[in-house]
């Protein structure tokens, strides 16, 4: 079996233990939407995205910026099996949550849609969407102002925070928007971070962020 096999049955099996462990049961139509639309996503990224920009997140490297390792994993752990863990609890263990309409967690399983479509196609434009921050001089880092990079500076993080911010009302659960918010902030500590990065020590960088003014949000910030 290839290792795209196993990763994508171990990351889907462990997001649906997330899930339906937590939820205590399998008849769940929203949770079996949302992994499958999950799978979907990994599956479609292994298929179009650069196989160097592939393998070159799957190694370690030097130069990765000391406070982006544990920022990016705990924002993540928040963002999703955190998340997944207490919609499960709450959507249909305990229901501590109103019912929220079907109407409306398919609205926002669909944002959540946009978000990671959005984000994906970030990386598809950047060959350089490595995992941990850092300035790749080896791989002649350059500025990318193409694609969603030209309407904002980290499209990448900005429909990610999305679509985890829509995801536990789209699972039926008010109360996993408190870890998802957690990881949001996070995720917007990092973004701050890369960016003030990427000003000092990315050539063009300066210039490119005084014609694209927003970070994550047009006319926010």
């Not at 999950?38 to 130069?63: K, M, N, Y």
């Not at 490595?130 to 102002?145: L, T, W, Y």
Request: charged content about 15%; some cysteine.
């Amino acid at each position: 079996m290839s290792r795209f096999a196993i990763f994508v049955l171990v990351w889907t099996t462990f997001q649906g233990a997330c899930l339906f462990l937590s939820g205590g049961t399998i008849h769940w139509p929203v949770g079996w939407g949302y992994l499958s639309v999950s799978l979907a996503f990994t599956v479609v990224a292994f298929g179009i995205l650069d196989p160097e920009l592939i393998q070159d997140r799957l190694r370690r490297h030097s130069g990765v910026k000391r406070w982006d390792p544990p920022l990016a994993a705990v924002g993540f752990l928040f963002l999703c099996p955190v998340t997944l863990v207490v919609a499960g609890f709450d959507a249909k263990r305990y229901s501590w949550s109103p019912l929220i309409p079907l109407w409306v967690e398919i609205a926002t399983l669909a944002v959540f849609v946009l978000g990671y479509g959005f984000a994906l196609w970030a990386m598809k434009t950047n060959r350089f969407f490595v995992k941990f921050v850092r300035i790749q001089a080896e791989r002649g880092h350059h500025v990318i102002n193409s694609g969603p990079y030209a309407y904002i500076r980290h499209p990448g993080y900005a429909g990610a925070i999305l679509g985890h911010l829509a995801l536990p009302i789209g699972l039926g659960s008010l109360w996993g928007l408190a870890p998802a918010c957690l990881g949001a902030i996070l995720f917007i500590v990092r973004t701050w971070l890369e960016d003030r990065t990427l000003q000092a020590e990315l050539t063009g960088y300066s210039e490119y962020s005084e014609q694209v003014r927003w970070r994550l949000v047009p006319g926010i910030w």
